[in-house]
């Protein structure tokens, strides 16, 4: 799934399963390491988690997305911005389940 995010410019970001590789690794944790971690995110994991969004969504629409970390972070102009990414990562995560295991009815 890839939603955009409104940055300097329309961005893709998506935090399908190599994003997530990718953000273990630099964090240091496993995958379900990333519950803990969410529940007392710090803004640099936040930053991180935005810089493997943008890098896979611009993978995956066959751009190049050349920022480092840093620039990646000055792309950042207000907190409302990283709560959207967080947002977006909760929404694409859970994939709309809030918690119910996938493919177990209701």
Do not use: C
Not at 25 to 33: C, I, N
Not at 63 to 83: F, I, R
Request: aromatic share 8%.
């Amino acid at each position: 799934m890839i939603d955009y995010i409104e940055l300097d410019k329309k961005r893709p970001i998506t935090f399908g399963m190599n994003a997530l590789r990718l953000f273990t690794k630099e964090v240091g944790v496993s995958l379900s390491g990333i519950g803990p971690l969410l529940s007392d995110i710090d803004i640099d994991s936040v930053i991180k988690l935005l810089y493997f969004g943008l890098k896979d969504g611009a993978r995956i629409e066959g751009e190049p997305y050349e920022l480092s970390l840093e620039q990646t972070a000055d792309l950042v102009t207000n907190m409302s911005k990283l709560t959207e990414v967080f947002d977006i990562f909760l929404e694409q995560y859970s994939d709309g389940t809030e918690g119910k295991q996938k493919g177990v009815p209701s």
